[in-house]
Structures are given as structure tokens and as C-alpha cells.
Nanobody
Framework: QVELVESGGGSVQAGGSLRLSCAAS????????MGWFRQAPGKEREPVAG????????YYADAVTGRFTISQDNVKNTVYLQMNSLKPEDTAVYYC??????????????????WGQGTQVTVSL
């Protein structure tokens, strides 16, 4: 079992920045892929960014490439999603997720095994 604890999110104007955090239990953190999915009202949930903890390989959705950065802190067992140049279309509930591989971030039909509680990100004009 992997417990994920999210923090961050909130409301910001277009062009602004936010940072999300997701902490995992120490015994599982070093062996998983972690990252975020998001779901906007009326839309399907989609992968945003993932990072494979053992080798720091990262994966980004095309819509966020160049604006979002995922990173890891192996001392705190935490991953971060720095979101810059936010757009209204980034408005969604963002869910931290973890899996033994990064396949869910690459193959959209796969769901990660573990999920955080979700946090709202709202970007206004």
C-alpha cells in the first residue's frame, strides 16, 4: 500500500504560478513512478507529468511541456510539480498518483495503482 499526501493548489490568475507537492511513505518511495493526473469538469482524467524515482526519468503531457516541471526530493520522499505560465485551461482537480512503472503516464488507458486525495487548481483570466 502506498499512501500519498498532497498539498498545494489554489487559485491564481492566468500567467501565474503554483506548486503542488506529494509525499509518499519512505518504504515505497524509492521504487515507484509518481506524478499527477488532472480532471477538468466534463472532461476525462488525463496524465500531466510523471517521474520515475529510481532514475529521475520524466514524462510530460504535450499541453504542459515547457510550462510545468516535475522534480523529486529523496530526503523528504516528495515530488513537486512547479506550474508556471498557467492558463485557464489548466483549471482542474489535480491528483497525485503512484505506480510501479510510468506506464500510466505514457499509455492513457492504464490507471495508476495509488491515488492521492486531489487538490483544486483554478486559473482565472
Amino acid at each position: 500500500q502506498v499512501e500519498l499526501v498532497e498539498s498545494g493548489g489554489g487559485s491564481v490568475q492566468a500567467g501565474g504560478s503554483l506548486r503542488l507537492s506529494c509525499a509518499a511513505s519512505a518504504k515505497t518511495y524509492s521504487r515507484v513512478c509518481m506524478g499527477w493526473f488532472r480532471q477538468a469538469p466534463g472532461k476525462e482524467r488525463e496524465p500531466v507529468a510523471g517521474i520515475y524515482i529510481p532514475d529521475s526519468m520524466t514524462y510530460y503531457a504535450d499541453a504542459v511541456t515547457g510550462r510545468f516541471t516535475i522534480s523529486q526530493d529523496n530526503v523528504k520522499n516528495t515530488v513537486y510539480l512547479q506550474m508556471n505560465s498557467l492558463k485557464p485551461e489548466d483549471t482542474a482537480v489535480y491528483y497525485c498518483a503512484a505506480d510501479s512503472t510510468c506506464r500510466p503516464w505514457v499509455v492513457r488507458r492504464d490507471d495508476p495503482a495509488y491515488w492521492g486525495q486531489g487538490t483544486q487548481v483554478t486559473v482565472s483570466l
